[in-house]
């Protein structure tokens, strides 16, 4: 086995319970060379491999890439979610005709999962990173098992090359693009018939209001603040659940950044427009859900734009590069409305000012982008002191 970090520096007895109360992984059958993630960790299969042990209880994203003979071509990615439980034992086998990983029967789980509690199998998992598991914390902490299964499609496993319809899609943006191209590119890609075709349940987001009855410059207002389509879907769609709406977005997330799933991207990127397109709801309904969005979204950002991930067979382990955040991209026009509604508002909430700030100064130092607030071009500026600042509200 390859690639997989030792557990950060530990006693004997903490070790072996991290090893009886974690999660465990039990992965038969799979080939060398295979690259397997889970969460923010990926690592290629050496030839004693059989999965991943110590994993911290919750939910977690486990996705992989089948190789050829020499390790050089890679297929698209299949990840698939897991709410693991304290001390449980979940067993996928890799089905060679498919080259996939596949569930086994209630007898054999059973029996895996014994054998993998009697240290059986111990030598030959590889202890799940801990000093990796609060950077996935930080982009998961609203993602749990009714989000999972809320969205997940039948079967649980999530491909761009099992999409239906994404690749044929006419009009592409340059992420678009790269994920295409990559399909494309792959020996590993493959037709898929309409029966194999599997997508997420995504909440449906209306680009353009309509609404009977409402005509000329009312509709026109709801179109520039979509803070009514906001509180319909959270009615509708999310039984009022804030978290349940974040849990879909950092969802999507996921799915595109490991996973590369052009749906993924496509929904993370609806998502963050529905947020930043609403001018009322940041100040008047929804200052808490706000503040946490723009957490959710500062450390998916944060961690995308990462240089320093590890990156195995050269294997791109980001998508997010600078080529797509251009200063023409849809969110940098999206941030640059956001900043200037926060940031020269008369009274906003504290954290939510706070959090802007930072995710302003993240984007700033990452990308270069430069965002110049209207209260600014005429030469005036301000700081937290100054009578015309924004009033602060705890």
């Known amino acids: 086995m390859s690639s997989i970090p030792p557990p950060a520096e530990m006693d004997p007895e903490t ?27 990926m690592f290629s299969v050496g030839p004693s491999f059989k999965g991943i042990k110590m994993i911290p209880p919750g939910p977690h994203f486990l996705y992989y890439s089948s190789s050829s003979r020499e390790g050089r071509e890679f297929s698209p990615i299949t990840g698939f979610f897991v709410d693991a439980g304290s001390s449980e034992v979940i067993v996928r ?8 990983l596949v569930k086994v029967s209630e007898e054999e789980e059973q029996r895996f999962g ?29 993602i749990n098992c009714t989000t999972i299964k809320r969205l997940e499609p039948i079967g649980g496993d999530i491909s761009v090359a099992c999409e239906p319809g994404i690749s044929q899609s006419t009009s592409k943006s340059a992420i678009e693009k ?21 997508k997420c349940y995504y909440t449906e987001i209306p680009h353009v209001i309509k609404q009977r009855g409402v005509h000329g410059q009312e509709l026109t207002n709801l179109n520039l603040d979509k803070t009514l389509l906001l509180e319909k879907l959270l009615k ?25 799933s052009l749906e993924g991207f496509l929904q993370w990127k609806s998502l963050v427009s529905l947020f930043f397109e609403c001018t009322e709801a940041p100040f008047c309904t929804r ?9 959710v979204i500062y450390h998916q950002l944060k961690f995308g734009l990462e240089k320093d991930h ?81 009033v602060v509200v705890d």
């Open 236 to 260: 509708k769609d999310f039984g009022g659940s804030e978290d349940l709406l974040l849990g879909e977005l950092q969802f999507a997330f996921v799915v595109f950044l490991m996973g590369q």
């Open 310 to 390: 590890s990156n195995d067979k050269g294997r791109s382990s980001t998508i997010l590069d600078e080529s797509w955040f251009s200063a023409d991209s849809f969110l940098y026009h999206l941030c640059k409305d956001f900043f200037s509604l926060v940031l020269e508002a008369p009274v906003v909430d504290g954290d939510l000012l706070t959090w802007t700030r930072k995710l302003k100064e993240l984007l700033e130092n990452s990308l270069d982008w430069k965002f110049q607030n209207n209260a600014t071009s005429d030469g005036i500026s301000f700081d937290e002191d100054d009578e015309f600042a924004p």
């Open 287 to 295: 200052s808490q859900l706000f503040t946490k969005f723009i957490k």
């Open 178 to 198: 790269v994920l295409d191209d990559q399909l494309k590119a792959s020996k590993f890609a493959m037709h898929v018939d309409s029966s194999q075709r599997r």
């Open 15 to 41: 070790a072996l319970q991290l090893v009886k109360h974690g999660a465990t992984i039990l992965l038969l059958d799979v080939p060398q060379y295979t690259l397997i993630g889970i969460d923010t960790q």
């Open 114 to 142: 014994e054998a993998v509690r009697q240290l059986e199998f111990d030598r030959q998992l590889g202890p799940y990173n801990l000093g990796q598991y609060g950077e996935w914390k930080r982009i998961s902490n609203h």
């Open 93 to 100: 086998k890799w089905d060679q005709r498919e080259e996939r």
